[in-house]
């Protein structure tokens, strides 16, 4: 599709909402039916709001329990709003029947001791009638997070609990049409604001100068719902990558990488590294390490083709021994790195060498994921870049599109 309009017209098709939120609840379904559960209680936003395509209000975000959905087997998801939200959420989401928008029971990070139990046996109590209603009470019933209060409240009331991250980790995966183009508008966004970084930087702007003007831009673009981080090391800090930001002062002629990291335009989260050399021009040991991360990106994407595993995406990559004389794999951790991108920003599929070469998964068409490279010398440079990806049947698409090739010379 690709038209790039960030609004719904009347005269052209762009984004189709209700086909999306079709699409995602089919997908839910048939997820949770391949898993063998009668129902889903999802306490993620992610989750939340692929079932049920409401909005979690920031200070809500990562706070499993103020707000969750129940979504049973041939039922209308049901929302449990946090307080008395729901009073909203009955006028803006129409598509979710008036009777099943009911508020929580929440105790995670509000509630201690005994005013915890209270709260954790209303929360049980609600959802055994929601499962009731619904007929599935005895069936297994998946949850996508759980704290030590429910599993001894579960325990209590014999509710037959599993693994329910897995099989909405497995619904939100492949994209449909709708996303795709969500998506796509997402890789605008970061094309421009890169564009912007490139016209922005100059020597003296501390890391978290650079860090609020990019903030600024995302929260002046409508649909932006959340910038969750804008990731700006510069010089030493570039290697490792401690992918932070700080009143550090970029000093003429650093290298300075620069990640959207999760940037949420009507939910769809990005991640987007360029590298930038700022007030002067890279010498020719940065370029080195540059082209050798620019390959290492480039051999991975070539990888990418429905039918392939993720063991031979990470296959191409180098190992943390070897290169850096690291102890394992996992001290590389998010170095050389693929992950999904959708409602969260670990979508599937995940691809590292810490754990795809042993446990491979193969690569579907409408997967949407990011790939990312980084090289470096400790303490004095580093560069990282990254690209974003929708996978086709004959094609793999990038919808990041700033230069790539070479190191951007800034300010």
């Known amino acids: ?201 100059k020597p003296g702007l501390t890391e978290n100068q650079v860090t609020a003007f990019g903030m600024k831009y995302l929260y002046d673009i409508a649909g932006m719902e959340d910038v969750e981080d804008i990731i700006v090391s510069s010089g030493p800090n570039a290697w490792p990558n401690w992918r932070n930001f700080s009143d550090r002062i970029i000093r003429p002629g650093e290298i300075v990488i620069i990640d959207l990291a999760a940037l949420t335009w009507n939910g769809f989260k990005s991640c987007y590294y360029r590298t930038y050399c700022v007030g002067g021009k890279p010498t020719d040991e940065h370029k080195r390490y540059y082209d050798t991360a620019l390959k290492w990106l480039y051999d991975s994407i070539e990888a990418v083709r429905p039918g392939a595993t993720t063991g031979e995406i990470a296959a191409t990559w180098p190992s943390a021994m070897e290169t850096w004389g690291y102890e394992d794999e996992d001290q590389a951790a998010a170095n050389l790195w693929g992950h999904g991108l959708g409602l969260a920003q670990y979508d599937m599929p995940v691809i590292s060498r810490i754990w795809s070469l042993d446990h491979p998964l193969e690569i579907q068409p409408g997967m949407v994921f990011a790939l990312e490279t980084q090289h470096g010398k400790v303490h004095d440079f580093g560069v990282r870049i990254e690209e974003m990806l929708i996978v086709h049947e004959d094609r793999t698409e990038l919808i990041s599109t700033f230069p790539v090739g070479e190191i951007t010379v800034a300010g």
């Not at 979710?96 to 928008?101: A, D, H, L, Q």
């Not at 599993?162 to 619904?171: I, K, L």
């Open 1 to 201: 599709m690709a038209s790039f309009g960030t609004v719904s017209m009347d005269w052209q098709e762009r984004i189709n909402w209700p086909r999306m939120r079709a699409h995602r609840l089919s997908r839910a379904r048939e997820a949770m039916q391949r898993h063998g559960l009668g129902a889903v209680l999802c306490m993620y936003d992610e989750n939340v709001r692929y079932i049920t395509s409401t909005l979690t209000p920031g200070w809500n975000r990562l706070k499993p329990g103020l707000r969750y959905a129940v979504l049973a087997e041939g039922k209308e998801p049901i929302l449990f709003e946090q307080g008395d939200i729901g009073i909203h959420v009955e006028r803006h989401s129409p598509w979710i029947p008036k009777e099943n928008v009911r508020h929580s029971f929440s105790w995670i990070k509000g509630a201690a001791g005994p005013a915890s139990v209270q709260q954790v046996d209303k929360f049980v109590n609600a959802l055994l009638e929601a499962l009731e209603e619904a007929g599935v009470k005895d069936q297994p019933l998946g949850v996508d997070f759980i704290d030590i209060n429910m599993i001894r409240a579960f325990e209590r009331a014999g509710v037959n609990w599993t693994d329910g991250m897995t099989p909405m980790m497995e619904a939100r995966a492949v994209k449909n049409v709708d996303e795709q183009e969500a998506m796509r508008i997402v890789g605008a966004i970061g094309d421009v604001l890169h564009y912007e970084f490139s016209k922005f930087l």
